[in-house]
DNA sequence: AAGGACGCCCGGATAGAATCCGGATAATGA
DNA sequence: TCATTATCCGGATTCTATCCGGGCGTCCTT
């Protein structure tokens, strides 16, 4: 299922538009790549049945829901358990305020990404929902300044040395 | 423009549907919240306008595009002087790598979000593209295991005693 | 308390898009 | 060179998004 795919420089330029837009219109999306609106149909369903795309979602603003202040909780566990980190993931998720949760390596055991509302509200997470779980044993946080800069997934260009992810190159060339 | 909303139920409903899965047809969410076609568009019409959605964003598996790995990378500057951050921010931003960029608060400056093909493929990145940077004084790498756990912006439950983002409760009780 | 104004809900009509299908065309391998 | 296969492409059909007008409940004003 993610075995990877080999994608043509139109299939990128459709997923930088779809990463960026993905309420535009299949016509429309056709115009932009300048394909015929069923051919251009059929790349994008080709590209989420290969399980490149694998979802169209709505992303919310969270300061707009007066969530205005997200932060990276780096937490690390006692000695691990495989039942403690399992608890720990599980009740971490219910939190309303967790936007993702990573797994990682080195001193810190996990990344907790979060959006609250305030200072004020940070800390009562911190204590009441974090610190109080025995299978915790540090927290370390890190305010977020600004709005996260996002970008979006990109081909390595074609001068790349390393190993590739390949090009299809369907009659491009005249 | 990012005034806190007042977002009643069915609102959230409709927002915890579109997050999962934003390319469900209108008439299919109406019927899932309850509501007619109608009432239901002018209520997604609302949010975006109102900035809670703040795009519809098709979201691409790096894995299925070769990028096996995924990584954070913990960066600090040396002492910071604006050009330098925005000379950094710059070049981070244009590397093919590059999820996201986070401006971070702690001993840390930066959280660099990482996809990258493999271990050598991160080894190629840190060593020629962030440890030559004159501004970056030191990195710290975090492999990420697995998937990343990501869930949606979910509301604060109606006990919660912080500071509320409030209910709008239009008509919900017959 | 009564009146008025505003916002929201809702059904229907129309324009436009998504989707399917068959033939044409180019790339691939023997 | 020829057969095979995958992709491209144009058109027709079905479904959807979107707009519009009326009705209703709620809140504010006086």
Redesign the interface.
């Known amino acids: 299922?993610?075995?990877?795919?080999q994608?043509d420089p139109v299939d990128w330029q459709i997923?930088s538009i779809?990463?960026?837009?993905?309420?535009i219109t299949n016509k429309a999306l056709a115009d932009r790549v300048g394909l015929p609106t069923s051919s251009c149909h059929e790349r994008v369903r080709r590209l989420r049945t290969?399980?490149?795309?694998?979802?169209?979602?709505?992303?919310?603003?969270?300061?707009?829901?007066?969530?205005?202040l997200q932060?990276?909780i780096a937490v690390r566990l006692r000695p691990h358990r495989r039942d403690m980190i399992e608890s720990f993931?599980a009740a971490v998720?219910e939190l309303?305020e967790?936007?993702?949760?990573?797994?990682?390596?080195?001193p810190?055991d996990f990344?907790l990404h979060v959006?609250v509302?305030?200072s004020?509200?940070l800390q009562?997470l911190i204590i009441d929902d974090l610190a109080s779980r025995p299978e915790i044993a540090h927290c370390?946080?890190?305010?977020?300044?600004?709005r996260?800069?996002?970008?979006?997934?990109?081909?390595?260009?074609d001068t790349h040395t390393?190993?590739?992810?390949?090009w299809r190159n369907r009659g491009s060339t005249p």
């Open positions: 299922m993610s075995e990877s795919v994608l997923l779809l990463q960026d837009d993905a309420s290969a399980g490149v795309i694998d979802g169209i979602r709505a992303s919310v603003n969270p300061a707009a829901v007066g969530r205005g932060a990276f993931t998720l309303p967790t936007l993702a949760l990573y797994n990682v390596s080195g810190e990344f959006a509302v305030d004020t509200d009562r370390q946080t890190h305010l977020i300044f600004d996260p800069l996002v970008t979006s997934m990109r081909p390595y260009p390393g190993p590739t992810t390949g």
